[in-house]
């Protein structure tokens, strides 16, 4: 599985509107085959950060995620919306998806 983490820091003008803008490109990405998980968090320290975890089943879905419509489209409108180059983990790890934590359970 390709794991991906990536942090967006929007223009301040702008990070209102950020999850709406992407909306198109998160719900077509969602649709992808190989997509495992795509979910956008917001910083709680830094309120124009955007933190995008994402997952694809292989390295062939991810290759086909970078050239698909919609994500060309939407590197082609990020730029104007972003404050700084987005910094990306990218890597390779086992498994097909969440696991469930151990150490940590609900109580009864």
């Known amino acids: 599985m390709i794991f991906i983490v990536?942090?967006?820091v929007i223009r301040p003008e702008r990070s209102e509107?950020?999850?709406?803008?992407?909306?198109?490109?998160?719900q077509a990405t969602r649709q992808e085959p190989g997509n495992v998980f795509f979910e956008w968090s917001r910083s709680v320290d830094a309120?124009?950060?955007?933190?995008?975890?994402?997952?694809f089943a292989s390295s062939d879905a991810g290759a086909a995620h970078v050239g698909s419509d919609h994500f060309k489209a939407a590197m082609a409108w990020m730029p104007?919306?972003?404050a700084e180059t987005p910094e990306?983990?990218?890597?390779?790890?086992p498994g097909e998806g969440w696991s469930r934590m151990a150490e940590?359970?609900?109580a009864s």
């Open 47 to 55: 309120p124009n950060q955007f933190v995008l975890i994402e997952a």
């Open 88 to 93: 990306i983990i990218n890597v390779e790890v």
């Open 80 to 82: 104007e919306l972003i």
């Open 17 to 26: 509107d950020w999850l709406s803008l992407a909306d198109d490109f998160t």
């Open 104 to 106: 940590l359970t609900p």
């Open 6 to 8: 990536v942090k967006f």
